[in-house]
């Protein structure tokens, strides 16, 4: 299994980024995928989550901002973050659960 994270950055408060993650080593369409975040000295925390039939779940810390989305033909899962704030600076990795972790990309909400 193998997960690559990409299109983190610095982005000024109310901006947005979208993160794209690239899966390979395993049937793409039959897991679910997730995000999540870890910001320094914090536990990391999840942030968003896809089933295979496309079925989403958010915490209520970035429900209506964020959108987590996926393209089977691709491989890709999408995390679209909308409204950034500072508290949601973070590494973000995406993940096949249980156990599979990508590498992380760094997002930064600075002025």
């Known amino acids: 299994v193998q997960l690559q994270a990409s299109g983190g950055g610095l982005v000024q408060p109310g901006g947005s980024l979208r993160l794209s993650c690239a899966a390979s080593?395993?049937?793409?369409?039959?897991?679910?995928m997730a995000w999540y975040r870890q910001a320094p000295g914090k536990q990391r925390e999840l942030v968003a989550t896809?089933?295979?039939?496309?079925?989403?779940n958010y915490p209520d810390s970035v429900k209506e901002r964020f959108t987590i989305s996926r393209d089977n033909i691709k491989r890709t899962v999408y995390l679209q973050m909308n409204s950034l704030k500072p508290e949601d600076t973070a590494v973000y990795y995406c993940?096949?659960?249980?156990?599979?972790w990508g590498q992380g990309t760094q997002v930064t909400v600075s002025s």
């Open positions: 896809i089933t295979s039939d496309r079925i989403t």
């Open positions: 993940q096949r659960p249980p156990n599979a």
């Open positions: 080593g395993f049937t793409f369409d039959d897991y679910a």
